[in-house]
C-alpha cells in the first residue's frame, strides 16, 4: 500500500513536501517510484521519477523547482516542491513498480496511492 500526506493550499511561490509512505507487500516488491499529478478532464502525468539507484528524472515544467528523494530506511519517498506556480495544481499521486528503470508513464507503475490535492493560487 502507498499513502500520500502533505498536500495543501499554498500562494504561488511558497513551498510543498509531499511525503508517501509505502507498507507491506507493496515495499518489497517495489524498484522505481514516481509522482504523477492530475487535474479533472485531462490525463494523468508524471511529475518525477527515481530509480532504485537515486537516478531521478523531472518533467520539464518542474526542473529546477522540485526534488524527488527516497529514503529506502523509512521506506517512504518525497517531493520537495518549491517556486510553486498556479499551474502546478492537481491530485498528487506517487506510484510504485517492481522495474528497477523509471520511466514518464502511468502504465508503467502497478502501485498506487489514493492521492493528496495541492492547490497552489495566484
Known amino acids: 500500500q502507498l499513502a500520500e500526506s502533505g498536500g495543501g493550499s499554498v500562494q504561488a511561490g511558497g513551498s510543498l513536501r509531499l511525503s508517501c509512505v509505502a507498507s507491506?507487500?507493496?515495499?518489497?516488491?517495489?524498484?522505481?517510484l514516481a509522482w504523477f499529478r492530475q487535474v479533472p478532464g485531462k490525463e494523468r502525468e508524471a511529475v518525477a521519477t527515481i530509480d532504485i539507484d537515486g537516478t531521478a528524472q523531472y518533467t520539464d515544467s518542474v526542473q529546477g523547482r522540485f526534488t524527488i528523494s527516497r529514503d529506502n530506511a523509512k521506506t517512504t519517498l518525497y517531493l520537495q516542491m518549491d517556486s510553486l506556480k498556479p499551474e502546478d495544481t492537481g491530485m498528487y499521486y506517487c506510484?510504485?513498480?517492481?522495474?528497477?528503470?523509471?520511466?514518464?508513464?502511468?502504465?508503467?507503475?502497478?502501485?498506487w496511492g489514493q492521492g493528496t490535492q495541492v492547490t497552489v493560487s495566484s
Open positions: 507491506g507487500y507493496t515495499y518489497y516488491s517495489v524498484n522505481c
Open positions: 506510484a510504485a513498480a517492481r522495474k528497477k528503470k523509471a520511466i514518464m508513464s502511468p502504465d508503467w507503475y502497478s502501485y
